[in-house]
């Protein structure tokens, strides 16, 4: 929280025609406050390029809140819950316990899914990971002495599995369980892009399957809900529908998960042995991309999700697909984040030299959403399905949706900006080049790796010629970030807006003081204070953290 605070106490806020702007970006060019401004004013502060060309009429129409002033009907549906949770030690799932148990303290149990050996190591993985957490600091203030109590008497772990049949549960607690539980959420998956593909598949396929049909015997069982992603359908262009993907209708009929299967299981005995991981990881990425998607990932979510679609029957199901998660944008304090996720390995290379631009288009949308607003209308979307009719709803939680969609260009100018202000490490940084070819993105990095292993530059400053070859160290991480940029290819070219019909719906209809304690209008995001003043920080506070780990 520190360097959050130093930065605000640093950066004197300046309004310009209604706008926020801080005096520490004015010394230099900021190409994110001239598309801000009105013309008359960007002509006399920035004449460089604007990323903001061109202006988008927004997906859907503006929410009202509902004047009933219950709303959705929220703290209600909440109170005296009891939850199963898959994937709970994860990013996501992890923030969403401790908003549930900070909104409300007297919802029932949590269980929690834990892959463990014995019992007495899922307990200790629920302290280790959870209840320790720094992200449950308000939670600890709150309950003071009794802090570790509460949590304990909420959160119950449950040995299990959601690769193996019957969750890997045993019977007797199975049994147990399913007389409690009122809502199931399923937070697992291998969220690794290129993923082996045996076992993407039986984790991110096979998953909610396994778990949609133990919460059929859940007798209390008022909804079944899904976190998958929002670029779930493959598409790259045109606007994402919040629609069930079904085979035969939005999926080609040629998709066959038990053909997939099968295909998967006789390559690993083909490939066992040497080399057995590269190669199913290749298998992944080549189904994938046989199919339309752009990797193992998102093919094998897209095919958890028709197969809750099959199985599903008269079980209410919501589905949620969150953009690209980053950092919480308030609560339970800004800047909070688990991992260096997605976007953040570029941003960390950047501001240590190691890199100078990427393979992209800086037009590309950047669709990113902070992990409290995920949480939030998840919640939201709960408790207004969870005493309902027998429906499947689908909500993408993205950011593109509204008028002025964030590019890649205008995020990595801000970038540039606060790693020039607060830098990583001493380095002459220079402003992000986005390359519109894979080889100039390779050339590029291949000339910083040869002159730092060189590390002597002539007379002029110019670096000398570069060599042909590399270390093996240079080599390795030359490797890596190509891989890095074929990777999220798709990412950095992405054209395709996310329809959020459904989402600002759910809007319209919570009430004053839901919208309040539970915001998710990314309408209301201001993106240069999150991402200089809290995401850039709270991704320095995480890189430090994994680094002393």
Known sequence: MAMTTNLLDTSKAVKLHGVRFFSSFLSRPNHFLACRLPQSITRRVQTSLCYRETSFKAVSPEPEPSSVSDGVGITRFLKGKTYLVTGATGFLAKVLIEKLLRASPDIGKIFIL????????????????????????HLKQMHGRSYEEFMKSKLIPIIGDIGEDNLGVGSEIATKISGEIDVVISCAGRTTFDDRYDLALNVNALGPGRLLSFAKDCKKLKLFLHISTAYVTGKKE???????????????????????????????????GSGEIKK?????????????????????????????????????????????????????????????????????????????????????????????MVVNATIAAMAKHGCRN????????????????????????????????????????????????????????????????????????????????????G???????????????????????????????????????????????????????????????????????????
């Open 114 to 137: 834990i892959k463990s050996k014995d019992q007495e190591s899922a307990n200790k993985r629920l302290y280790d990971e959870i209840i320790s957490s720094d992200l449950f600091n």
């Open 475 to 549: 080599k390795r991480i030359l490797d890596y970030f190509v891989s890095l940029a074929r990777t999220y290819e798709p990412y950095a070219f992405f054209q395709a807006r996310f329809d959020d019909t459904n989402t600002r719906s759910l809007i319209q209809e919570m009430s004053m003081e839901e919208i309040e304690m539970f915001e998710f209008d990314v309408k209301s995001i201001d993106w240069e204070h999150y991402i200089v003043n809290v995401h850039l920080p709270g991704l320095k506070r995480e890189s430090l953290k994994e680094r002393s780990n």
């Open 390 to 473: 027998s429906d499947l709803k689908v909500y993408n939680v993205t950011s593109s949706s509204h008028a002025h969609p964030l590019r890649a260009g205008e995020y990595m100018d801000l970038a540039y900006q606060h790693l020039c202000d607060f830098p990583l490490t001493v380095i002459d940084l220079e402003r992000w080049k986005f390359h519109s070819s894979l080889d100039g993105f390779t050339s590029s990095v291949f000339d910083i790796i040869a002159k730092q292993e060189r590390g002597t530059t002539n007379e002029g400053g110019e670096a000398e010629e570069s060599h042909t070859t590399l270390s093996f160290k």
């Open 238 to 272: 045109g606007t994402v529908l919040e629609a069930p993907l079904c085979v035969g209708k939005n999926i080609t009929s040629d998709l066959n998960v038990e053909h997939e299967l099968k295909l998967a299981s006789e390559a690993v005995r083909k490939f066992h």
């Open 280 to 372: 199913l990881k290749e298998l992944g990425i080549q189904r994938a991309q046989h199919y339309g998607w752009e990797n193992t990932y998102t093919f094998t979510k897209a095919m958890g999700e028709t197969l809750i679609q099959t199985m599903r029957e008269d079980v209410p199901v919501v589905i949620i697909r969150p953009s690209i998660i980053e950092s919480s944008y308030k609560e339970p304090f800004p800047g909070w984040i688990q991992g260096i996720r997605m976007t953040d390995p570029m941003i960390l290379a950047y501001g240590k030299g190691q890199i100078s631009g990427f393979w992209g288009d800086s037009q590309s949308f950047l669709d990113i959403i902070p992990v409290d």
